[in-house]
């Protein structure tokens, strides 16, 4: 990670005003680990949160990162959405915190956590171990209610300014001089101009802009909502209007005024919706997140008010009606959480259970859809479809397993789900579903035997080999007359065997289960998983013919359907017996080859193997600098993984490749080129795998004094300020020197050193003894 690291998002529209607000939180991030962000729904929160967190990143090193929790609903995928976002890989739930413990431990890092309130007792047990475990941590929090975590500061964020007395009541007769700028006026201003061509506050309209947003308390969410309306009415249309509404809602000053504020104003932009609009808008209250045109049609269309083929033009008019967003890229709409709990709230009981119902059933079609194209041309494209979906399948499965009877569902969608869950690598989260789901349904059911094949293959891939022997018992007893499900069995078990570290037991049951796969025919991914392990095992194994013999076989079977996945396993496989046989070429294109496909999917496992045979690779050739890299690159992506390495075989080879590196290049060389490769993102690594990118390491730091150090004892002072995250200005007004001193001394630094980036300064003074 570097000073720009993290996955905040781009402003899309102009951020305006709050410089008392953000000063204040900044002052509060400086001496505070855990800020709290309080305030009613539509406030503007979240907008608050990403700035500050935007302007504090330069401050922490490893980055801003920001966890959406609006969509979640279980507590216990708190911990996993947290890993998730920091790019971790997948673990069970008690070690999806243990491993955010571990990695977060030593990094200097900001943690957005988005939309709490609904999960508050999670985020503060979370916040709260986090915040012990990693000194270096900081959290902000947007929430509706404190976490009440010891050490917490809570902000409650205000409305923007609009003009309202000290009193807190506001002034709604009209002003005969013009307004004082305030920056709900400034806000309407903007919005306006976006939505009404030519639109500008002028001396003329200003005071009823004014009055509107006084009228509407300063609230963020409720002035665009107002600002939308100019659309289809004037602003003294709009103004009456509204004055109606709060009338007839009855809006007098109380500790909720604020709330019922919103209420007024989202209820009036419902008013101003159709009858099939209003319908449409409460159906899709049942998606938890984003969704498509087809998920709407299957999903919410039904009786004359919304037949199918109306729900395109509903759509664009929620759209219109800034009810709803559209994410033009990918046709992608979603609601505001404030908008989807007002439509949610029109819902009848009997009307949710029946949407929820269809909701599962879309998504369970359109995993199986996905299922039956894992062995065509788009394997991948399908299984990263289902990405863009994850808040959806896990709201299906969640019904599944709270409504009676609805389990065996479950246990079909996650059968169907078994490739996408190896392709994304979260099997922690897979492994709690499968429990779940296996604990609510009875034994027998072809299901259910595919369903422990799943269990027990999440479990051999994360070492969990206990359990893995377990499930690969009870599958034994389950299987019954399903030759193909009897074929997977031995497989798992050989696999297991493989990753406990004895290649020969292992090889013996991986030729069983091809012999009796081959019988029943390869039709699935993970049937195709044999070829890979048996011939890595032949070539350990020191069976190269056998070993390559299986590995073309593999590639015949794939190039015939299309398959991607398994294929790029078996160039992988390939790879490692050529480079075992001393032909690092030949090896070298094979796992280039495979590293390609690796790029077209969230493969992070066979990232990690790839990168690690390709520095085996560069090793040989006398490449030395660049495999080491490479390494340091391949170490780090195994660390945020939290997986174990396939088995004691695999980790005493890169032992001695990283031995034998150490050897030639010297201890202090490998250590410099394995902390260059550590530092770098997934895209570089590859990029220096193919010979895309220089390899030249960063210049060691000389002791500081010493006759190799170049820089003078002011740079070497303002080289650690860098270093620790602060910009030029920030550095002249700790040194007490002007910014354009400190410029002309980083110029010189950069210059001296041989470096392009401020990043690499400051990895040069933290290698410094």
Request: a negative charge.
């Amino acid at each position: 990670m570097n000073h720009g690291a993290g996955n905040l998002p781009a402003e899309v529209t102009r951020f305006i005003g709050r410089s008392g607000e953000l000063a204040e939180g900044a002052r509060i991030l400086e001496r505070a680990r855990l800020l709290t962000l309080c305030g009613a729904s539509g406030v503007g929160k979240t907008r608050l949160a990403l700035r500050l967190a935007a302007d504090a990143r330069k401050r922490h090193p490893h980055g801003a990162w920001l966890v959406e929790l609006s969509g979640l609903r279980e507590p216990h995928l708190v911990p996993r959405a947290v890993a998730e976002a920091l790019h971790l890989h997948d673990r069970p739930d008690a070690d999806t915190v243990e491993a955010l413990e571990e990695f977060l431990a030593d990094r200097r890092l900001l943690l957005v956590l988005d939309t709490c309130e609904h999960l508050v007792d999670a985020c503060a047990m979370l916040a709260e171990l986090l915040l012990r475990a990693a000194p270096g941590l900081r959290i902000l929090a947007t929430s509706q209610q404190p976490l009440n975590v010891m050490g917490e500061h809570t902000y409650l964020v205000p409305p923007l300014d609009s003009g309202v007395g000290a009193d807190g009541a506001a002034d709604c007769t009209e002003p005969s001089e013009p307004s004082e700028p305030s920056e709900s006026v400034e806000l309407f201003g903007d919005r306006a101009a976006g939505i009404v061509p030519g639109f500008a506050l002028t001396d003329a309209n200003r005071p009823a802009v004014a009055r509107l947003c006084r009228r509407l308390d300063g609230l963020p969410l409720a002035i665009e909502l107002a600002a939308v309306r100019l659309r289809s009415m004037t602003l003294e249309q709009i103004a009456a209007r509204l004055d109606d509404r709060f009338r007839l809602l009855g809006t007098a000053r109380s500790r909720h005024a604020r709330h019922q504020t919103l209420r007024a104003a989202v209820s009036w932009t419902h008013d101003l919706c159709d009858p099939s609009e209003r319908l449409l808008w409460a159906r899709a209250s049942v998606f938890p997140g984003g969704f498509d045109v087809e998920a709407a049609e299957a999903v919410c269309a039904g009786g004359e008010e919304v037949p199918a083929g109306d729900v395109l033009d509903l759509l664009g008019r929620l759209v219109d009606k800034s009810v709803m967003t559209c994410d033009r890229g990918t046709g992608r709409y979603r609601m505001l959480d404030t908008l989807r709990e007002f439509g949610a709230e029109r819902l009848s009981p009997a009307d949710l259970r029946e949407l929820r119902r269809r909701h599962r059933d879309h998504y369970l079609a359109l995993v199986r859809r996905a299922a039956d194209g894992e062995m065509g041309p788009r394997q991948l494209a399908l299984a990263g479809g289902l990405r863009d979906e994850h808040h959806n399948l896990r709201a299906a499965l969640d019904h599944c397993l709270r409504t009676p009877g609805e389990a065996p569902a479950a246990l079909r969608m996650l059968v169907a789900l078994h490739f996408y869950w190896v392709l994304t690598g979260r099997f922690g989260e897979a492994r709690s579903w499968l429990a779940r789901a296996l604990a609510r349904t009875p034994p027998g059911g072809a299901d259910r035997g595919w369903a422990l094949y799943s269990a027990a293959a999440f479990a051999a891939a994360q070492g969990d080999l206990a359990s893995a022997g377990s499930l690969v018992d009870e599958l034994r007893d389950a299987h019954g007359d399903d030759a193909a499900l009897r074929a997977c069995t031995e497989q798992i078990h050989a696999i297991a065997t493989f990753v406990a570290g004895d290649p020969e037991a292992a090889r013996a049951s991986l030729e069983r289960a091809l012999a009796a796969q081959a019988a029943v025919g390869f039709d699935r991914p993970h049937a195709l998983v044999t070829f890979p392990v048996l011939a890595a095992a032949l070539g350990v194994l020191g069976e190269a013919g056998r070993a390559l013999e299986v590995a073309e076989e593999g590639l015949r079977v794939c190039a015939a359907t299309g398959e991607q996945w398994c294929r790029s396993y078996l160039l992988w496989a390939r790879a490692l017996v050529r480079w075992l046989e001393g032909d690092p070429d030949a090896a070298l294109a094979d796992v280039l080859a495979c590293l390609r496909i690796k790029e077209a999917s969230a493969d992070g496992v066979g990232a990690a193997l790839a990168l690690d045979l390709t520095a085996y690779c560069l090793a040989a050739r006398g490449e030395g600098d660049r495999a080491a890299i490479l390494l340091g690159a391949s170490g780090a992506l195994w660390e945020r993984l939290r997986v174990s390495m396939p088995g004691p075989v695999y980790t005493g080879v890169r032992d001695a490749e990283l031995s034998r590196l150490g050897v030639r290049l010297g201890p202090e060389r490998l250590a410099l080129a394995r902390g260059h490769g550590a530092a770098l993102p997934l895209g570089e690594a590859t990029a220096l795998a193919r010979g895309e990118r220089d390899p030249a390491l960063p210049r060691a730091a000389p002791p500081a004094g010493s006759a190799d150090d170049p820089l003078t004892r002011r740079e070497r002072e303002i080289a650690a300020l860098v270093a620790e995250g602060l910009a030029n200005r920030e550095i002249a007004e700790r040194l007490v020197i002007s910014k354009r001193t400190v410029d002309s001394h980083v110029e010189h630094i950069l210059a001296k050193l041989g470096f392009g980036s401020r990043t690499q300064i400051a990895a040069w003074t933290q290698r410094r003894p």
